[in-house]
């Protein structure tokens, strides 16, 4: 089989190098370098061009997303707010009826808001009393304290062998 395949590469191979070679009834050759050369830079141009269209296509897309969204300085947002009986204050975007209700306006470039620490910097920032309290609540052990408890359990079979022993001396005699 892969005789066959190599013999049939060749074939092809030695095909497209006659039509180099082979002439037409005009006295052509059915194939020359420079259709090649003309071919592949028209194959390069159309290319090209095909990419400028979806680059200027993408970059329309985009615009047309992005002038959708409202940036966040130009967003107002109103909120109620009112006091119940009990003095504890309630926020709503909706006006109550029962209390007075006051109008507050808030503008988002007022807000400060902080990014989330991603899981590397939440490690990074606790110290190893936390690290080590996290740890044992996930589930997730230190190595060296799994094979401390391992070495502790047989200390603790080689003594409950002993004591086996011991216990049957007595009975033996």
């Not at 940036?71 to 947002?77: D, F, K, R, W, Y």
């Not at 620490?117 to 799994?146: C, F, H, M, N, W």
């Not at 079979?157 to 001396?169: A, G, I, N, P, T």
């Amino acid at each position: 089989m892969k005789r066959f395949c190599y013999f049939a590469i060749t074939l092809l191979l030695f095909s497209v190098v006659l039509l180099f070679y082979i002439k037409r009834p005009d006295g052509q050759a059915y194939i020359n370098s420079n259709d090649v050369s003309h071919a592949a830079e028209q194959a390069m141009y159309k290319l090209k061009q095909d990419a400028r269209e979806g680059i200027e296509q993408s970059k329309q897309a985009i615009s047309n997303q992005l002038a959708n969204f409202t940036t966040p300085s130009e967003t107002v947002t109103q909120v109620y707010k009112w006091q119940d009986e009990h003095g504890q204050w309630h926020y709503s975007d909706i006006p109550s009826e029962q209390y007075h209700t006051i109008l507050v306006t808030l503008d988002e470039k007022d807000m400060t808001v902080l990014p989330a620490l991603s899981a590397d910097e939440r490690i990074a920032s606790q110290t190893p009393a936390e690290v080590k309290r996290s740890d044992s609540t996930l589930g997730v052990y230190d190595p060296r304290s799994v094979q401390q408890l391992y070495e502790n359990a047989e200390n603790v079979k080689e003594l409950m062998e002993q004591r086996q022993k011991q216990l049957k001396q007595p009975l033996d005699n």
